[in-house]
């Protein structure tokens, strides 16, 4: 990313809250069933209790992980027009001269595989570029470049 606060579409905005509000209900049902300071059973029931625990601990962070991202959000605004942002519909045309259309997005559970996320390389490398722009970028396999063909919505309100 930029390295500031990340504009967030307002379609990537209303996925992320969604995936909270899931994670909320979950960990409230895992918390649930938890036990309190006094367990009693073998030790099947420590190893599955031991699981919920784990399993609270991993839904706290990404509840926090969401809420920081969805707080950066509002501190950035919304992405500028004409411009790439988290968010944005791009097609790409790469150096051998394939042609593609990614959507810069969050990370995600289940990812598409049209989604180019914005911490990526490409993705970071995209981020506040206009059509006609040509962006070089580094990859695990070394540079490589694409020209900004055309941008689509920003997933903007209808």
Do not use: W
Not at 29 to 50: M, N, Q, W
Not at 52 to 73: K, P, T
Not at 92 to 103: D, L, P, Q, S
Request: aromatic share 2%.
């Amino acid at each position: 990313m930029t390295g500031g606060p990340e504009p967030i579409s307002a379609a990537d905005l209303r996925e992320l809250q969604q995936e909270l509000d899931e994670l909320r209900s979950d960990r409230g049902k895992v918390a649930a069933t938890l036990r309190g300071e006094d367990p009693v059973g073998d030790s099947a029931d420590e190893a599955d209790e031991l699981q919920r625990a784990s399993d609270l601990a991993r839904l706290d962070g990404r509840i926090a992980e969401i809420e920081g991202r969805i707080q950066e959000a509002s501190v950035a605004g919304p992405p500028p027009a004409g411009t790439v942002g988290v968010g944005s519909t791009v097609t790409v045309r790469f150096a051998e001269g394939a042609e593609t259309t990614v959507r810069i997005g969050e990370v995600v559970e289940d990812p598409d595989r049209s989604l180019v996320t914005a911490d990526s390389p490409l993705g970071r490398a995209l981020l506040g570029r206009r059509a006609g722009d040509t962006v070089n970028y580094e990859t695990p396999e070394g540079g490589a470049s694409v020209v900004v063909l055309s941008l689509g919505d920003q997933g903007a309100e209808p």
